[in-house]
Protein backbone atom coordinates (compact mmCIF):
# COMPACT_ATOMS: atom_id res chain seq x y z
CA UNK A 1 0.00 0.00 0.00
CA UNK A 2 1.07 3.17 -1.10
CA UNK A 3 1.20 5.25 2.26
CA UNK A 4 1.05 8.91 0.67
CA UNK A 5 -1.80 7.68 -1.41
CA UNK A 6 -3.67 6.34 1.58
CA UNK A 7 -2.90 8.23 4.49
CA UNK A 8 -5.49 10.55 6.54
CA UNK A 9 -5.46 13.70 8.27
CA UNK A 10 -6.66 14.83 11.44
CA UNK A 11 -6.86 17.97 10.42
CA UNK A 12 -4.09 19.86 12.25
CA UNK A 13 -0.56 19.48 10.33
CA UNK A 14 1.17 19.40 13.63
CA UNK A 15 -0.64 16.28 15.07
CA UNK A 16 -0.68 15.04 11.99
CA UNK A 17 3.45 15.42 11.85
CA UNK A 18 3.56 13.82 15.54
CA UNK A 19 1.03 10.23 14.33
CA UNK A 20 1.58 10.27 10.53
CA UNK A 21 2.82 6.68 10.52
CA UNK A 22 -0.48 5.35 12.01
CA UNK A 23 -2.88 7.30 10.01
CA UNK A 24 -3.06 5.48 6.76
CA UNK A 25 -5.58 2.84 8.06
CA UNK A 26 -6.70 0.69 11.34
CA UNK A 27 -8.03 1.70 14.17
CA UNK A 28 -7.69 5.58 16.28
CA UNK A 29 -8.77 5.46 20.05
CA UNK A 30 -10.08 9.23 21.09
CA UNK A 31 -9.72 9.14 24.94
CA UNK A 32 -10.48 11.96 27.35
CA UNK A 33 -13.26 13.29 29.96
CA UNK A 34 -16.65 15.38 29.65
CA UNK A 35 -16.06 18.36 27.43
CA UNK A 36 -12.30 17.63 26.82
CA UNK A 37 -12.65 18.14 22.88
CA UNK A 38 -13.07 14.55 21.81
CA UNK A 39 -16.13 14.92 19.91
CA UNK A 40 -14.83 17.99 18.14
CA UNK A 41 -11.38 15.85 17.15
CA UNK A 42 -13.55 13.08 15.68
CA UNK A 43 -15.35 15.76 13.86
CA UNK A 44 -12.51 17.51 12.42
CA UNK A 45 -11.02 13.95 11.54
CA UNK A 46 -14.23 13.78 9.28
CA UNK A 47 -14.72 17.11 7.74
CA UNK A 48 -10.47 17.35 7.17
CA UNK A 49 -10.34 14.09 5.31
CA UNK A 50 -14.05 14.76 3.15
CA UNK A 51 -12.37 17.83 1.96
CA UNK A 52 -10.26 15.55 0.48
CA UNK A 53 -12.78 13.39 -1.12
CA UNK A 54 -12.74 10.71 1.47
CA UNK A 55 -16.66 9.56 2.29
CA UNK A 56 -17.15 9.35 6.15
CA UNK A 57 -19.85 7.75 8.21
CA UNK A 58 -20.52 9.14 12.09
CA UNK A 59 -21.96 6.86 14.41
CA UNK A 60 -23.46 8.42 17.12
CA UNK A 61 -25.40 7.80 20.80
CA UNK A 62 -25.61 10.69 22.23
CA UNK A 63 -25.10 13.69 19.58
CA UNK A 64 -28.01 15.52 18.16
CA UNK A 65 -27.39 16.55 14.41
CA UNK A 66 -28.45 19.83 14.50
CA UNK A 67 -26.77 20.79 17.47
CA UNK A 68 -23.39 19.18 16.72
CA UNK A 69 -23.42 20.83 13.19
CA UNK A 70 -23.82 23.80 14.96
CA UNK A 71 -21.12 23.89 17.62
CA UNK A 72 -18.80 22.24 15.22
CA UNK A 73 -19.48 24.80 12.45
CA UNK A 74 -17.98 27.75 15.07
CA UNK A 75 -14.80 25.65 14.75
CA UNK A 76 -14.74 25.90 11.22
CA UNK A 77 -15.68 22.25 10.79
CA UNK A 78 -18.89 22.50 8.52
CA UNK A 79 -20.69 18.52 8.32
CA UNK A 80 -23.61 20.31 6.58
CA UNK A 81 -21.49 21.44 3.81
CA UNK A 82 -19.82 17.67 3.48
CA UNK A 83 -23.37 16.21 4.58
CA UNK A 84 -24.73 18.26 1.02
CA UNK A 85 -22.11 16.62 -1.37
CA UNK A 86 -22.52 13.18 -0.24
CA UNK A 87 -19.03 13.14 1.80
CA UNK A 88 -20.39 12.81 5.38
CA UNK A 89 -23.51 10.50 7.08
CA UNK A 90 -24.75 11.15 9.79
CA UNK A 91 -26.32 8.36 11.68
CA UNK A 92 -27.94 8.72 15.62
CA UNK A 93 -28.74 5.19 17.28
CA UNK A 94 -31.03 4.17 20.27
CA UNK A 95 -28.95 2.69 23.25
CA UNK A 96 -30.35 -0.97 22.73
CA UNK A 97 -28.64 -4.46 23.39
CA UNK A 98 -24.96 -4.71 22.05
CA UNK A 99 -26.39 -8.19 19.15
CA UNK A 100 -28.59 -5.08 17.65
CA UNK A 101 -25.98 -2.77 17.37
CA UNK A 102 -23.29 -5.08 16.14
CA UNK A 103 -26.31 -5.85 13.20
CA UNK A 104 -27.38 -2.34 12.42
CA UNK A 105 -24.02 -1.46 12.55
CA UNK A 106 -22.95 -4.05 9.76
CA UNK A 107 -25.34 -3.04 7.76
CA UNK A 108 -24.15 0.35 7.56
CA UNK A 109 -21.12 -0.76 6.19
CA UNK A 110 -22.13 -3.42 3.80
CA UNK A 111 -24.77 -0.84 2.12
CA UNK A 112 -22.22 1.58 1.73
CA UNK A 113 -18.10 1.84 1.10
CA UNK A 114 -16.56 4.76 4.07
CA UNK A 115 -13.08 5.62 3.95
CA UNK A 116 -13.58 6.98 7.59
CA UNK A 117 -15.89 5.62 10.40
CA UNK A 118 -16.73 6.77 13.52
CA UNK A 119 -18.41 5.61 16.78
CA UNK A 120 -18.94 8.21 19.71
CA UNK A 121 -18.85 6.79 21.53
CA UNK A 122 -18.24 3.14 22.59
CA UNK A 123 -19.18 3.76 26.65
CA UNK A 124 -22.96 2.57 25.46
CA UNK A 125 -21.86 -0.59 23.64
CA UNK A 126 -19.36 -2.13 26.11
CA UNK A 127 -20.63 -0.74 28.86
CA UNK A 128 -23.76 -2.98 28.79
CA UNK A 129 -21.38 -5.91 29.51
CA UNK A 130 -20.68 -6.16 32.50
CA UNK A 131 -18.33 -9.15 32.42
CA UNK A 132 -14.70 -7.98 31.18
CA UNK A 133 -14.06 -11.15 29.80
CA UNK A 134 -17.42 -10.61 27.60
CA UNK A 135 -16.02 -6.89 26.73
CA UNK A 136 -13.22 -8.67 25.57
CA UNK A 137 -14.62 -10.94 23.83
CA UNK A 138 -16.77 -8.38 21.91
CA UNK A 139 -14.11 -6.42 20.82
CA UNK A 140 -11.73 -9.09 19.72
CA UNK A 141 -14.45 -10.81 17.68
CA UNK A 142 -16.03 -7.59 16.22
CA UNK A 143 -13.94 -4.48 16.39
CA UNK A 144 -10.37 -6.31 15.71
CA UNK A 145 -11.93 -8.41 12.75
CA UNK A 146 -13.78 -5.01 11.82
CA UNK A 147 -9.93 -2.84 11.70
CA UNK A 148 -9.05 -6.42 9.52
CA UNK A 149 -11.77 -6.05 7.02
CA UNK A 150 -12.18 -2.38 6.93
CA UNK A 151 -9.62 -0.55 4.56
CA UNK A 152 -10.55 2.85 5.76
CA UNK A 153 -9.75 4.65 9.49
CA UNK A 154 -11.87 3.87 12.15
CA UNK A 155 -12.13 6.38 14.87
CA UNK A 156 -13.79 5.04 18.16
CA UNK A 157 -14.44 7.77 21.07
CA UNK A 158 -14.17 6.80 24.67
CA UNK A 159 -14.98 8.64 28.13
CA UNK A 160 -13.69 8.30 31.29
CA UNK A 161 -15.05 9.73 34.23
CA UNK A 162 -13.50 13.02 35.91
CA UNK A 163 -10.43 11.97 38.04
CA UNK A 164 -9.51 8.91 35.89
CA UNK A 165 -7.13 8.10 32.86
CA UNK A 166 -7.76 4.59 32.14
CA UNK A 167 -10.26 3.09 29.88
CA UNK A 168 -12.16 0.21 31.73
CA UNK A 169 -13.55 -1.08 28.97
CA UNK A 170 -12.13 -4.31 28.03
CA UNK A 171 -8.46 -3.56 27.13
CA UNK A 172 -10.18 -1.61 23.99
CA UNK A 173 -6.64 -0.23 23.65
CA UNK A 174 -5.05 -3.38 22.56
CA UNK A 175 -7.48 -3.37 19.50
CA UNK A 176 -6.12 0.11 18.71
CA UNK A 177 -3.65 1.04 16.67
CA UNK A 178 -3.07 4.91 18.43
CA UNK A 179 -4.65 6.19 20.91
CA UNK A 180 -4.79 9.53 22.06
CA UNK A 181 -6.00 10.80 25.27
CA UNK A 182 -7.23 14.44 25.40
CA UNK A 183 -6.83 15.74 29.39
CA UNK A 184 -7.94 18.84 31.43
CA UNK A 185 -5.34 20.40 34.14
CA UNK A 186 -6.22 22.91 36.33
CA UNK A 187 -2.79 24.54 37.54
CA UNK A 188 -2.72 26.68 40.01
CA UNK A 189 -6.72 27.42 39.55
CA UNK A 190 -6.20 27.67 35.35
CA UNK A 191 -7.34 25.12 33.07
CA UNK A 192 -4.70 23.89 30.13
CA UNK A 193 -5.69 21.34 27.98
CA UNK A 194 -3.06 18.42 27.01
CA UNK A 195 -2.88 15.59 24.50
CA UNK A 196 -1.37 12.34 25.66
CA UNK A 197 0.06 10.16 22.58
CA UNK A 198 -0.24 6.94 24.35
CA UNK A 199 0.07 4.67 21.81
CA UNK A 200 1.11 4.99 17.68
CA UNK A 201 1.64 1.65 16.51
CA UNK A 202 4.31 1.46 13.38
CA UNK A 203 5.95 4.73 14.78
CA UNK A 204 8.11 5.56 17.58
CA UNK A 205 6.69 7.84 20.27
CA UNK A 206 9.42 10.91 21.50
CA UNK A 207 6.59 13.29 22.17
CA UNK A 208 4.30 12.02 25.13
CA UNK A 209 2.67 15.02 25.97
CA UNK A 210 1.32 18.20 23.80
CA UNK A 211 -0.78 21.19 25.01
CA UNK A 212 -3.83 21.74 22.40
CA UNK A 213 -6.30 24.55 22.15
CA UNK A 214 -9.97 24.44 20.71
CA UNK A 215 -9.92 27.49 18.37
CA UNK A 216 -12.47 29.43 17.30
CA UNK A 217 -12.94 28.95 13.72
CA UNK A 218 -10.03 26.75 13.62
CA UNK A 219 -10.90 23.16 15.68
CA UNK A 220 -8.46 21.41 17.39
CA UNK A 221 -4.85 22.95 17.23
CA UNK A 222 -1.59 21.49 18.86
CA UNK A 223 2.04 23.13 19.34
CA UNK A 224 4.59 20.50 18.48
CA UNK A 225 7.70 21.15 20.58
CA UNK A 226 10.04 22.01 17.85
CA UNK A 227 13.73 21.02 17.31
CA UNK A 228 16.83 23.62 17.41
CA UNK A 229 16.67 24.03 13.62
CA UNK A 230 16.67 27.06 12.20
CA UNK A 231 14.29 27.05 8.89
CA UNK A 232 14.20 30.80 7.76
CA UNK A 233 11.38 32.02 4.89
CA UNK A 234 13.56 34.61 4.27
CA UNK A 235 17.20 32.64 3.42
CA UNK A 236 20.13 34.07 4.69
CA UNK A 237 18.74 38.11 3.46
CA UNK A 238 19.68 40.77 6.27
CA UNK A 239 16.84 42.76 7.11
CA UNK A 240 17.11 46.47 6.38
CA UNK A 241 17.38 49.60 8.52
CA UNK A 242 17.26 53.21 7.82
CA UNK A 243 18.52 54.38 10.86
CA UNK A 244 22.37 53.68 10.20
CA UNK A 245 23.36 53.06 13.76
CA UNK A 246 21.11 50.10 14.33
CA UNK A 247 23.52 47.64 12.24
CA UNK A 248 26.53 49.46 13.46
CA UNK A 249 25.99 48.38 17.09
CA UNK A 250 23.83 44.98 16.69
CA UNK A 251 25.23 43.90 13.19
CA UNK A 252 22.40 42.85 10.41
CA UNK A 253 19.47 41.19 11.83
CA UNK A 254 18.31 38.17 10.67
CA UNK A 255 14.59 36.47 10.05
CA UNK A 256 14.88 33.94 13.41
CA UNK A 257 17.43 36.04 15.15
CA UNK A 258 15.91 36.51 18.96
CA UNK A 259 16.89 39.70 20.39
CA UNK A 260 16.97 39.84 24.38
CA UNK A 261 16.53 44.24 25.57
CA UNK A 262 16.56 44.53 29.43
CA UNK A 263 16.41 47.73 31.97
CA UNK A 264 16.64 48.65 35.65
CA UNK A 265 12.82 48.50 36.86
CA UNK A 266 12.88 51.88 37.81
CA UNK A 267 14.80 53.72 34.53
CA UNK A 268 13.33 52.87 31.16
CA UNK A 269 14.04 54.42 27.56
CA UNK A 270 11.67 54.76 24.38
CA UNK A 271 15.15 54.68 22.62
CA UNK A 272 14.64 50.93 22.97
CA UNK A 273 11.63 50.34 20.57
CA UNK A 274 13.38 52.66 17.51
CA UNK A 275 15.09 50.12 15.91
CA UNK A 276 11.64 48.02 16.20
CA UNK A 277 9.91 50.93 14.05
CA UNK A 278 12.90 51.64 11.79
CA UNK A 279 12.91 47.44 10.87
CA UNK A 280 8.99 47.51 10.38
CA UNK A 281 8.72 50.72 8.45
CA UNK A 282 11.85 50.06 6.03
CA UNK A 283 11.18 46.45 5.33
CA UNK A 284 7.02 47.14 5.14
CA UNK A 285 7.04 44.17 7.94
CA UNK A 286 3.57 43.64 9.58
CA UNK A 287 4.75 43.66 13.61
CA UNK A 288 2.82 41.77 16.21
CA UNK A 289 3.76 43.53 20.03
CA UNK A 290 2.05 41.73 22.67
CA UNK A 291 2.35 43.39 25.93
CA UNK A 292 2.19 41.46 29.30
CA UNK A 293 1.57 45.18 31.91
CA UNK A 294 0.14 47.13 29.32
CA UNK A 295 -3.15 47.72 27.93
CA UNK A 296 -3.41 48.57 24.22
CA UNK A 297 -4.23 52.01 24.12
CA UNK A 298 -1.30 52.36 26.35
CA UNK A 299 1.19 51.04 24.04
CA UNK A 300 -0.16 52.89 20.98
CA UNK A 301 0.20 56.09 23.40
CA UNK A 302 3.97 55.37 24.20
CA UNK A 303 4.16 54.30 20.19
CA UNK A 304 2.98 57.60 19.11
CA UNK A 305 5.24 59.55 21.67
CA UNK A 306 8.03 58.30 20.05
CA UNK A 307 6.82 58.72 16.44
CA UNK A 308 6.44 62.62 17.49
CA UNK A 309 9.46 62.87 20.08
CA UNK A 310 12.26 60.82 17.76
CA UNK A 311 11.17 61.25 14.53
CA UNK A 312 9.08 64.81 14.30
CA UNK A 313 5.83 62.97 13.07
CA UNK A 314 2.36 64.40 13.71
CA UNK A 315 -0.17 62.11 15.84
CA UNK A 316 -2.48 61.42 13.02
CA UNK A 317 0.38 60.39 10.55
CA UNK A 318 1.94 58.22 13.20
CA UNK A 319 -1.43 56.90 14.15
CA UNK A 320 -1.81 55.60 10.84
CA UNK A 321 1.68 54.02 10.28
CA UNK A 322 0.49 52.12 13.70
CA UNK A 323 -2.10 50.40 12.27
CA UNK A 324 -0.41 49.70 9.08
CA UNK A 325 2.64 48.20 10.42
CA UNK A 326 1.54 47.22 13.76
CA UNK A 327 -0.72 44.59 15.50
CA UNK A 328 -0.89 44.94 19.29
CA UNK A 329 -2.35 43.15 22.00
CA UNK A 330 -2.50 42.32 25.87
CA UNK A 331 -2.96 39.75 27.80
CA UNK A 332 -2.62 39.21 31.73
CA UNK A 333 -0.29 36.26 32.29
CA UNK A 334 -1.97 35.34 35.64
CA UNK A 335 -5.56 34.69 33.83
CA UNK A 336 -4.29 31.28 32.13
CA UNK A 337 -1.86 28.91 32.98
CA UNK A 338 1.13 29.41 31.19
CA UNK A 339 0.55 25.75 28.65
CA UNK A 340 -2.77 27.83 27.42
CA UNK A 341 -1.10 30.76 27.34
CA UNK A 342 1.71 29.58 24.74
CA UNK A 343 -1.33 27.73 22.91
CA UNK A 344 -3.10 31.08 22.27
CA UNK A 345 -0.07 33.12 21.32
CA UNK A 346 1.08 30.69 19.12
CA UNK A 347 -2.43 30.76 17.46
CA UNK A 348 -2.72 34.35 17.41
CA UNK A 349 1.14 34.24 15.50
CA UNK A 350 0.04 31.93 12.99
CA UNK A 351 -3.15 33.67 12.39
CA UNK A 352 -1.78 37.29 12.02
CA UNK A 353 1.25 35.56 10.47
CA UNK A 354 3.91 38.60 11.00
CA UNK A 355 7.50 39.00 10.17
CA UNK A 356 8.34 40.54 13.30
CA UNK A 357 7.36 39.22 17.10
CA UNK A 358 8.01 41.98 19.89
CA UNK A 359 7.24 40.58 23.95
CA UNK A 360 6.91 43.23 26.33
CA UNK A 361 6.81 43.27 30.34
CA UNK A 362 8.20 39.63 30.42
CA UNK A 363 9.39 39.92 33.66
CA UNK A 364 5.74 39.36 35.59
CA UNK A 365 6.44 36.13 34.70
CA UNK A 366 9.43 35.80 37.99
CA UNK A 367 6.46 37.00 40.26
CA UNK A 368 3.44 34.92 39.10
CA UNK A 369 5.61 31.36 38.13
CA UNK A 370 5.59 28.67 40.82
CA UNK A 371 7.56 26.24 38.61
CA UNK A 372 10.44 27.90 36.93
CA UNK A 373 11.33 24.68 35.49
CA UNK A 374 7.90 24.60 34.06
CA UNK A 375 8.11 28.20 32.76
CA UNK A 376 11.76 27.49 31.08
CA UNK A 377 10.03 23.98 29.52
CA UNK A 378 6.99 26.15 27.89
CA UNK A 379 9.34 29.31 27.00
CA UNK A 380 12.18 27.57 25.30
CA UNK A 381 9.70 26.37 23.14
CA UNK A 382 8.40 29.31 22.09
CA UNK A 383 11.72 30.90 21.06
CA UNK A 384 12.68 27.66 19.19
CA UNK A 385 9.15 27.82 17.55
CA UNK A 386 9.41 31.25 16.50
CA UNK A 387 12.75 30.87 15.39
CA UNK A 388 12.16 27.73 13.38
CA UNK A 389 9.58 29.92 11.54
CA UNK A 390 11.60 32.42 10.51
CA UNK A 391 10.17 35.27 13.36
CA UNK A 392 12.39 38.16 14.66
CA UNK A 393 11.84 38.30 18.07
CA UNK A 394 12.19 40.98 20.38
CA UNK A 395 11.86 40.94 24.47
CA UNK A 396 11.53 43.81 26.52
CA UNK A 397 12.10 43.00 30.29
CA UNK A 398 12.92 45.29 33.55
CA UNK A 399 15.58 42.98 35.63
CA UNK A 400 14.20 41.88 38.47
CA UNK A 401 16.30 38.77 39.11
CA UNK A 402 19.84 38.46 38.05
CA UNK A 403 19.33 34.31 37.15
CA UNK A 404 16.23 35.50 35.19
CA UNK A 405 18.15 37.84 32.92
CA UNK A 406 20.99 35.62 32.78
CA UNK A 407 18.78 32.63 31.55
CA UNK A 408 16.79 35.17 29.09
CA UNK A 409 19.95 36.36 27.48
CA UNK A 410 21.95 32.86 27.31
CA UNK A 411 18.56 32.10 25.02
CA UNK A 412 19.17 34.97 22.28
CA UNK A 413 21.46 36.22 19.63
CA UNK A 414 21.67 39.83 20.56
CA UNK A 415 21.52 41.56 23.80
CA UNK A 416 21.05 45.33 24.87
CA UNK A 417 21.12 46.26 28.10
CA UNK A 418 20.17 49.81 29.12
CA UNK A 419 22.27 51.34 32.03
CA UNK A 420 21.88 54.74 33.46
CA UNK A 421 25.06 56.79 34.75
CA UNK A 422 24.54 60.92 35.95
CA UNK A 423 25.47 63.60 34.74
CA UNK A 424 25.41 67.01 35.90
CA UNK A 425 22.32 66.28 37.80
CA UNK A 426 20.84 64.38 34.37
CA UNK A 427 20.33 60.66 33.90
CA UNK A 428 21.56 59.32 30.94
CA UNK A 429 21.21 56.15 29.26
CA UNK A 430 23.91 53.55 28.40
CA UNK A 431 23.83 50.48 25.91
CA UNK A 432 25.74 47.02 26.73
CA UNK A 433 25.45 45.50 23.04
CA UNK A 434 26.58 41.60 23.01
CA UNK A 435 25.50 39.86 19.19
CA UNK A 436 26.47 36.20 19.10
CA UNK A 437 30.09 35.15 17.44
CA UNK A 438 31.04 38.97 18.57
CA UNK A 439 32.66 41.11 21.03
CA UNK A 440 30.41 42.75 23.53
CA UNK A 441 29.94 46.77 22.71
CA UNK A 442 29.16 50.21 25.01
CA UNK A 443 27.57 52.84 23.68
CA UNK A 444 26.73 56.12 24.60
CA UNK A 445 23.91 58.40 23.30
CA UNK A 446 25.65 61.32 24.15
CA UNK A 447 27.98 60.53 21.62
CA UNK A 448 25.75 59.56 18.41
CA UNK A 449 26.61 61.54 15.43
CA UNK A 450 23.92 63.74 15.24
CA UNK A 451 23.77 64.98 12.08
CA UNK A 452 24.12 61.63 10.73
CA UNK A 453 21.23 60.43 13.06
CA UNK A 454 19.01 63.85 11.68
CA UNK A 455 19.35 62.85 8.40
CA UNK A 456 18.45 59.23 8.94
CA UNK A 457 15.44 60.38 10.89
CA UNK A 458 14.13 62.28 8.11
CA UNK A 459 15.06 59.43 5.61
CA UNK A 460 12.90 57.37 7.28
CA UNK A 461 10.41 59.42 7.71
CA UNK A 462 10.05 60.28 4.44
CA UNK A 463 9.69 56.45 3.74
CA UNK A 464 6.84 56.44 6.37
CA UNK A 465 4.83 59.19 4.18
CA UNK A 466 5.95 57.64 0.90
CA UNK A 467 4.23 54.04 2.66
CA UNK A 468 1.22 56.40 3.33
CA UNK A 469 0.63 57.73 0.46
CA UNK A 470 1.32 60.98 1.86
Known sequence: MNYAEHAYTTGCRELDELISKSLYRGALLIVGHPGAGKTTLASQIC???????????????????EKLFKNTARLGIDLASAELVGLFKYVKLPAVSVDEFLSTFTGLLEKEVYDVVVIDSVNPVLERVKRRE?????LLNFFYQL????????????EVPLGKETVDLGSIEFVTDAVIYL????????LSRVMELRKLRGAPISVVEVP???????????????RPERVLTGGEKPLHTTISIVPELVGLMKPGDLVYISYPPRGRTPLVIVPLLDLAVTNDMKTLIISYKYALYEV?????????????????????????YFYIVSFNPSAYSYT???MVIAELIERVDPGIVAFHGGEIFRAITRDPADFWVNYINMLLWLKNKGKLVFRYCARVDPYWTRMHESLSDIVVRVYYSRERGLLKPIFYIWRRGSEAKVFDYSSLDLERSVKDVERLVELIKQRLGD
Do not use: M, S, W
Not at 47 to 65: P, Q
Not at 134 to 138: D, G, H, K, S
Not at 183 to 190: A, I, M, N, P, S
Not at 300 to 324: C, G, M, Q, S, T
Open 47 to 65: YANAKRGKKCLYVTFYEDK
Open 134 to 138: EQRAI
Open 147 to 158: TGAFTGLLVLVA
Open 183 to 190: KHRVEYGL
Open 212 to 226: FLIVEGGGIRVFKPP
Open 300 to 324: RDLFIEVFKHYFNVEPAIAKRALDK
Open 340 to 342: HLQ
